[in-house]
């Protein structure tokens, strides 16, 4: 039986999902985020067994990865919405699984890299194109409250990662982490292919041609709201991608916390978790434009507010546990965040999910990639670059929201 109703007409399915098809798409979204965090704790060791000179190229290893997700994204969306969801994610696996055996047997790296640009490559099918399967059936606060609970799963699964990397270093190696993502991604799939059912209909389908490619382009660039909520959201992914390439450089260079790095970045990440199943309490009530306006003023102040405390009294590295309180109320807002802000960019994309899904990703993607960089490569072996980026990023997409939501105002007055 099929975990998850099948529409064929052009309207969302007003009926709740069962419990299966949430923790099969959250699973299924995950990939990208157990493909980064999984390697966290190996970054070092693999900076010395390529003899790297400078300790920031081990976070090629992160940047090289989500550039083969952002050129994915390109493709997987409009693919997706000329042939069909299913078989779409299914070669992204296929071909993330592939790029996981290249870096396994990785003795240059080049050839590390080049294994890592091919599993961004693989794993944007499943993350782009499950957002297209929900959006083919659901809308609206719906939607938005089925994003935040994948969103709470889909943090729990890469919140254990860095402990799943370590057990699996502990084991084989820095090599045995990439077999650790194989041993996730391949049941995943397997599931999938059992549980999961076609969601766009014959007659839903769009021809799969440059024209038909640039007409819908056309459209999206003309909806104000998924502009503007894509560009929020590339802001928001910059900060939380120079997190993700300085976390373990933080935890273990500057706070020294050796093994317990996974339990710490654990801890944090699950806040975003309960973030986002607070949120899929609340969404139904508050709605997900004011719940994603509050988040973002409350991150803007909450960083601005603690670079000056560390400016003024804290000399670059608070005490850690001050730090790490930052981070948990830093990383709340980032978990209301994340499910909104792409549910209202994807909401008046219903007739082309596949489509919308993928220059969303793709656009948030690109946006993000320089953002991070710029973040991850001024870590000065204090937090200052860090928070600073937090302040800023935030600052910058609470005005773009702004922006975004009068000019939809003013439109509809």
């Not at 969302?12 to 798409?25: K, M």
């Not at 493909?35 to 070092?44: F, R």
């Not at 990703?361 to 320089?370: D, E, R, Y």
């Amino acid at each position: 039986m099929p975990i998850a109703p099948s529409t064929t007409d052009h309207h969302a399915s007003p009926a709740q999902p069962s419990l299966g098809y949430l923790v099969l798409i959250a699973f299924t979204i995950s990939t990208v985020a157990l493909a980064t965090d999984v390697m966290l704790p190996a970054m070092s060791l693999i900076s010395h067994h390529f003899a790297l000179q400078d300790m920031n190229d081990s976070q090629y290893v992160v940047s090289t990865f989500f550039a083969g997700f952002a050129l994915g994204q390109l493709v997987v969306g409009p693919l997706s919405d000329s042939y069909g969801r299913r078989p779409v994610i299914i070669w992204g696996y296929i071909l993330f699984l592939m790029g996981c055996v290249l870096s396994i047997f990785a003795f240059t790296w080049e050839m590390m890299l080049i294994g890592r640009v091919l599993q961004g490559l693989g794993a944007s099918a499943p993350r782009i194109v499950s957002v297209a399967i929900v959006r083919d059936e659901y809308k609206g606060r719906v939607m938005a409250r089925i994003m935040s609970v994948v969103m709470a799963v889909f943090i729990i699964v890469p919140a254990l990662s860095p402990a799943l990397g370590q057990g699996m270093i502990y084991i084989g190696g820095w090599r045995a982490a990439f077999f650790g993502l194989v041993i996730v991604a391949l049941p995943t799939m397997l599931w999938f292919m059992v549980r999961m059912p076609e969601t766009l209909a014959q007659d839903r389908r769009r021809p799969f041609s440059i024209g038909s490619i640039l007409s819908g382009l056309v459209v999206i660039f003309k909806t104000r709201v998924t502009m503007g909520y894509t560009w929020a959201s590339g802001l928001a992914f910059g900060l939380f991608l120079g997190y993700l390439s300085t976390a373990q450089q933080i935890f273990q260079i500057t706070y020294k916390t050796g093994d317990l790095f996974a339990l710490y970045f654990g801890l944090a990440t699950l806040s975003i978790g309960g973030a986002s199943f607070f949120n899929s309490r609340l969404v139904m009530w508050l709605g997900m434009r004011r719940l994603s306006h509050m988040a973002v003023m409350g991150l803007s102040l909450w960083s601005a507010g603690f670079l000056i405390l560390m400016s003024q009294w804290l000399g670059g590295v608070p005490e850690f546990m001050v730090f790490m309180v930052w981070l948990l109320i830093a990383f709340f807002c980032i978990g209301i965040m994340f499910g909104n802000l792409m549910a209202l960019a994807m909401e008046p994309l219903g007739s082309f999910a596949g489509l919308g899904s993928a220059f969303v990703g793709a656009l948030s993607t690109i946006i993000s990639l320089p953002l991070g960089w710029m973040i991850s490569h001024a870590y000065d072996e204090t937090v200052y670059p860090l928070v600073t980026g937090f302040a800023i990023l935030a600052i910058a997409a609470w005005l773009v929201m702004v922006w975004t939501d009068w000019g939809r105002e003013a439109k509809t007055s």
